[in-house]
């Protein structure tokens, strides 16, 4: 099955700092999802990005598809921010596999 | 308002009772999913159904059973509960299944003592 793996685990970070999120997967995928986990615990889809680069506000997703790859760049972080950032490929499957995530800390 | 409603937000249960969690989703999707976190654990794809048939099980466990009384609901019940079963379960839902955009309702904590 899918492997996912995002690095770094942990992120801190002062704000207006940029920081850079790692997805490295096992499998073939056809999409790819990021999401925000706040750290209530609520989830939310960030952007939807399968290949190429992608921007929505302040984040910028690249996936290099035949790498097996994808990072989310955020620039200009908030305090608002902060919470666990989570990588999840799919080739077609009716489940997503998620990676542990990266947590993001962001101080003023 | 939300538009995926779970209930209860927080469960509490005694080893070798039965709970049920109740999800609800008022986005007009097809598809729904029930997912598990539990910690230091990745979240964890459970069930999908789609149009009220169930697509995909990865619940190793029969213990876990999910159940479809209308297209919107996706409750799931969970018989002889163990302290392993200690997590939050998240319901979410999509326009159709293996669709990239996953809603995500705001979880059933469950802790079983």
């Known amino acids: 099955g899918q492997q996912v793996q995002q690095s770094p685990a942990s992120l801190v970070l002062q704000e207006g700092e940029n920081a850079e999120l790692q997805c490295n997967f096992s499998s073939t995928a056809t999409q790819l999802q990021w999401f925000y986990q706040s750290p209530g615990g609520s989830l939310v889809s960030l952007l939807s990005n399968p290949s190429g680069t992608k921007h929505t506000g302040r984040l910028t997703s690249t996936t290099v598809t035949k790498e097996r790859r994808s990072s989310l760049h955020i620039s200009s972080s908030q305090t608002t921010d902060s919470g666990t950032y989570l990588c999840?490929?799919?080739?077609?499957?009716?489940?997503?596999?998620f990676g542990l995530g990266t947590r993001v800390s962001v101080f003023p | 308002d939300p538009k995926i409603i779970q209930k209860p937000k927080y469960l509490v249960a005694v080893t070798g009772s039965e709970k049920i969690l109740i999800c609800e989703q008022y986005l007009g999707h097809n598809a729904m999913y029930w997912y598990r976190q539990s910690a230091k654990k990745p979240l964890e794809f459970m069930f999908s159904y789609s149009y009220q048939k169930l697509m995909d099980n990865q619940t190793a466990s029969s213990r876990f059973q999910p159940q479809s009384s209308k297209k919107n609901h996706l409750d799931l019940q969970i018989t002889a509960l163990k302290p392993d079963d200690s997590a939050t379960y998240f319901c979410?839902?999509?326009?159709?299944?293996?669709?990239?955009?996953?809603?995500f309702g705001a979880g059933t904590r469950l802790s079983v003592l």
């Open positions: 979410a839902s999509s326009q159709e299944t293996r669709q990239n955009t996953l809603y």
């Open positions: 999840a490929p799919n080739n077609y499957a009716q489940g997503l596999t």
